[in-house]
C-alpha cells in the first residue's frame, strides 16, 4: 500500500532553519504531484507547498513563500521541504501529501490530495 512518512521535524529557534523529508513507497513516486501542509493546534490544515511531478513547477503558500522551499529527488522517492527564517506563527504539525497528476496544475486544496503521511512536529522557539 501507498506510504508517505515524514522525518526531519523538530524544535528549532525563530530565525533558524529546518528541513523537512518525505519518503514515498508503494507508488510510482513520478506519476505524483506532491504536497506539505500543515495544521497548528485548533487550526485548519492548511497549504505550504506543492511541486509538480517532474519537479519543474512549484506553488507556495503567501505566508511562506520566499523563506520555503520545495524539491523533489524522484530517484529517491522523496520529497522536502526546506524551511528558513522560520517564524513562531510555522509551529506546526507538517503533512506530505500525493496526489495522481501528470498535468500542469498545481493543487493547493486538501481534499485534491489522495494520499497522506502522518505528520512531523515541527516547534519553533522565542
Known amino acids: 500500500q501507498v506510504q508517505l512518512v515524514e522525518s526531519g521535524g523538530g524544535l528549532v529557534p525563530a530565525g533558524g532553519s529546518l528541513t523537512l523529508s518525505c519518503a514515498a513507497s508503494?507508488?510510482?513516486?513520478?506519476?505524483?504531484?506532491l504536497a506539505w501542509f500543515r495544521q497548528a493546534p485548533g487550526k485548519e490544515r492548511e497549504f505550504v507547498a506543492t511541486?509538480?511531478?517532474?519537479?519543474?513547477?512549484?506553488s507556495y503558500a503567501d505566508s511562506v513563500r520566499g523563506r520555503f522551499t520545495i524539491s523533489r529527488d524522484n530517484a529517491k522517492n522523496t520529497v522536502y521541504l526546506q524551511m528558513k527564517s522560520l517564524k513562531l506563527e510555522d509551529a506546526a504539525v507538517y503533512y506530505c501529501?500525493?496526489?495522481?497528476?501528470?498535468?500542469?496544475?498545481?493543487?493547493?486544496?486538501?481534499?485534491?490530495?489522495?494520499?497522506w503521511g502522518q505528520g512531523t512536529q515541527v516547534t519553533v522557539s522565542s
Open positions: 508503494g507508488l510510482t513516486f513520478s506519476n505524483y504531484a
Open positions: 511541486i509538480k511531478w517532474s519537479g519543474s513547477s512549484t
Open positions: 501529501a500525493a496526489r495522481y497528476s501528470r498535468s500542469t496544475y498545481l493543487a493547493t486544496m486538501k481534499h485534491e490530495y489522495e494520499y
